[in-house]
């Protein structure tokens, strides 16, 4: 395949030009639990209307950095600014402004699809005619309108994906943070989920971060990505660039095998295992 061109790796590299402002930046994130750290002074920027990639194998950090992210918790040094709010000082602020889309349930099989949302609606404090409205057009926008007054546990594995993201999505966040958005999904409704993604960005000018195991994906989705290993940004580009730096006939694969230390290593413990396993057979 060649030797490794030595392109830009800068953890720090921003992908824009100096001036412009960013829908996340971290500074030295760092967490660390015990002797173990999880996150090590990693520094990110993302631009507002990108989908940007956290990729990296299990225990690389992703889930720490997303959780940090979303406020739910703290990091141990450094911050980070999110739609221009700092996660420590301002969470409450952060919150307001993100969307979030876990691997766990986020739907409610006991309501319908409207229902979801409207409970949705309310916790984001939306006002009634104007919840009422954006249900509508989330419904519709989500391909969801004709499932509106199902029962969400009759949902199909995309169905629920697309509720989900329609939960998410309805306060009009600046930032949409999804973690393994496509996990247990057959490629149907993964190119769903994905064409729904695209148009999030351009129609609402919704800046995407992903965490995700498919090289596919990034590759299919992602402005930019960033790659994890051990706590650490390895590398940062676009796919295409971080591709041609490896040499012709690159794939995103070595890219990721190259950078998350060239080995294939275990996918997670016993529990991550059974999550894994449950979300996807709830979403199959």
């Known amino acids: 395949m060649g030797t490794a061109k030595n392109v830009a790796m800068d953890p720090a590299e921003t992908l824009a030009h100096s001036g412009d402002s960013y829908a996340i930046e971290t500074f030295d994130l760092t967490r660390r639990f015990g002797d173990m750290t999880a996150v090590d002074h990693v520094n990110l920027h993302v631009r507002y209307g990108a989908i940007f990639g956290l990729l990296g194998p299990n225990g690389a950090g992703k889930s720490t950095i997303i959780k940090m992210l979303t406020t739910l918790l703290d990091p141990t040094s450094g911050t980070a600014a999110v739609a221009g709010f700092d996660i420590v000082k301002s969470p409450g602020d952060v919150r307001r402004r993100i969307g979030y889309v876990p691997q766990l349930l986020s739907a409610d099989g006991a309501l319908t699809g409207y ?37 969400a546990k009759y949902f199909s594995g995309g169905m629920i994906r697309r509720l989900e993201l329609a939960q998410a999505m309805l306060h009009r966040p600046a930032v949409l943070v999804l973690d393994e958005p496509t996990i247990g999904l057959d490629p149907v409704a993964r190119q769903t989920v994905w064409e729904r993604l695209l148009e999030l960005r351009s129609d609402y000018q919704m800046t995407v971060l992903i965490t995700t195991h498919a090289m596919e994906e990034a590759d299919a989705l ?48 016993y529990r991550d295992v059974r999550q894994a396993r449950r979300t996807a057979n709830r979403l199959g």
């Open 115 to 151: 229902e979801n949302l409207n409970l949705f609606g309310q916790l984001y404090g939306i006002a009634s005619a104007d919840r009422k409205r954006r249900i509508t057009e989330a419904l519709h926008f989500m391909g969801l309108t004709e499932s509106a007054n199902k029962l």
């Open 222 to 269: 992602c402005d930019a990505l960033a790659i994890l290993h051990l706590g650490k940004v390895a590398a940062v580009g676009k796919p295409a660039q971080l591709k041609d730096g490896l040499g012709p006939g690159a794939t995103l694969n070595d890219v990721f095998a190259h950078y998350s230390g060239g080995t294939i290593q275990e996918e997670g413990n």
